[in-house]
């Protein structure tokens, strides 16, 4: 794969202009034979080398990034939201329930830190402009509208070539337990198919193995998918939408990859969980406003888009604040699951993960840092059981996920916020709102602090 990847990089490198943009990500992948996720990580490398750049939501150019002033005026997208925009993002982000009446005015007040005078102010105009309905004294969401009996929600989810759904992560098996408590809430029934990759493309799978058309039922509203670990999650998009119902994915993939067509017949959306810059702004801020200045980023798998943005998160927000950041990472893997299907199974991924993560942790000793950043949770415990068997004092953990092992291990951990993006997903399968553009919504979640 790595050298799949340099190749890729050098004629990238050799057509290298001054300024301007890039073509797409799938452009430049059908150019250089290679797929849309080799091209990507072939572009990380020559950002590293300051050959090119990207600008959130608009692409790759040619040159270095903007300089100190254009950056300074960059923090802005990374300062405190003010109340209205609070306010906004925890509706589109799903923090309150559809179903039920927003806290009170005062609750909400002291939620947002501002008076009772002000929020009560926004919430009128918000009501007066459709974002909230009065629900007797209290406000809520407007409802949704009806549904018809007996109704169906497709769930698609990766799975091997006997059918069996591939559910290897707490976050994936949380997902499809949220669909199943929401789709209970809205009195939909859920219809899972797997979809597995062969080749160039894919194809749903019963539970028996066998090829099958999860669309023969008729009051199917719509489908709600994962990408995660899929190598080619366009075809699964393509299949998806060629049946004319609105489309939710939980896309765990660059958003330079997400197609950006939208079709009125079957609107798309994508919901990002945790590959943006998001969740290493919120750990860079709250480690900065604790008064640390340095700290070192572990990750044992950095060819992929998410580690690369959750480090660029991190130092956004965390030099922003005169801190200082240093590295501890390989990039001759994407995933545990790479090392797992090149190792032949766990035990011997796990093996892989413990090698690479000791290397990492005896040039992280030497950094001097006030707190490790870690990639993920499962990296995080082979980092302590590493300082364990070295009898090295353990530093200040800070990790992602949110899983047991962290509560098992006692580190703080950023948990994202899967109820949440389901509940978004319903949200957009029952009233579907049309865009010039199909998007995908970055979700928020916290930083759970157990130290």
Not at 148 to 159: F, G, K, W
Not at 269 to 277: E, I, K, T, V, Y
Not at 334 to 353: C, D, N, P, Q, T
Request: proline share 6%.
């Amino acid at each position: 794969m790595s050298t799949l990847i340099e190749r890729s990089a050098d004629i990238l490198r050799s057509s290298r202009s001054e300024s301007g943009p890039l073509p797409s990500i799938r452009k430049i992948a059908a150019t250089l034979g290679v797929t849309p996720r080799t091209a990507h990580a072939a572009m990380r490398r020559l950002q590293e080398e300051g050959i090119l750049h990207f600008i959130d939501r608009k692409g790759a150019f040619w040159g270095s990034p903007p300089g100190p002033g254009e950056a300074a005026r960059s923090l802005e997208s990374i300062r405190p939201l003010d109340l209205r925009e609070k306010l906004l993002n925890d509706v589109r982000q799903g923090v309150f329930h559809p179903h039920l009446p927003l806290p009170s005015r005062k609750e909400l007040a002291w939620r947002y830190g501002t008076s009772r005078r002000k929020m009560g102010s926004l919430l009128e105009n918000l009501t007066t402009s459709g974002i909230f309905v009065r629900k007797g004294r209290a406000l809520a969401l407007p409802p949704l509208p009806a549904i018809p009996s007996r109704s169906s929600i497709l769930l698609v989810i990766r799975c091997d070539e006997a059918g069996r759904i591939e559910l290897e992560t707490e976050r994936e098996s949380e997902f499809v337990r949220a669909v199943r408590r929401h789709s209970l809430e809205h009195e939909l029934a859920i219809k899972v198919a797997g979809w597995h990759e062969n080749g160039s493309s894919g194809t749903f799978l019963d539970s028996d193995g066998c090829p099958c058309d999860p669309f023969r039922s008729a009051n199917i509203l719509g489908c709600m998918a994962s990408t995660w670990l899929l190598q080619r999650p366009l075809a699964l998009l393509d299949a998806l939408r060629a049946h004319g119902t609105p489309v939710a994915v939980w896309w765990e993939q660059a958003h330079e990859l997400f197609p950006r067509k939208q079709d009125r017949k079957a609107p798309i959306a994508g919901f990002d969980l945790s590959f943006g810059r998001s969740p290493g702004i919120v750990v860079g801020r709250r480690l900065a406003s604790e008064g640390l200045r340095r700290l070192t980023w572990i990750s044992p798998y950095h060819d992929n888009s998410w580690s690369p943005a959750r480090l660029e998160g991190l130092r956004e927000s965390f030099e922003a604040a005169g801190g200082r950041v240093s590295e501890a990472i390989d990039t001759g893997w994407h995933s545990l699951w790479h090392m797992e299907r090149l190792a032949g199974g766990r035990e011997g991924g796990r093996k892989i993960l413990d090698r690479c993560v000791g290397d990492l942790v005896d040039r992280a000793l030497g950094h001097g840092s006030e707190a490790w950043v870690v990639v993920g949770d499962v990296v995080a415990e082979s980092v302590i059981h590493r300082l364990r068997a070295l009898g090295e004092p353990r530093p200040r953990v800070v990790s992602f996920d949110g899983t047991t092992v962290a509560e098992r291990l006692r580190f703080d951990s950023f948990e994202f916020h899967t109820d949440g993006m389901v509940r978004r997903m319903f949200h957009h399968i029952l009233r579907p709102a049309l865009h010039p553009e199909a998007t995908v919504e970055e979700m928020v979640g916290r930083l759970v602090l157990r130290a």
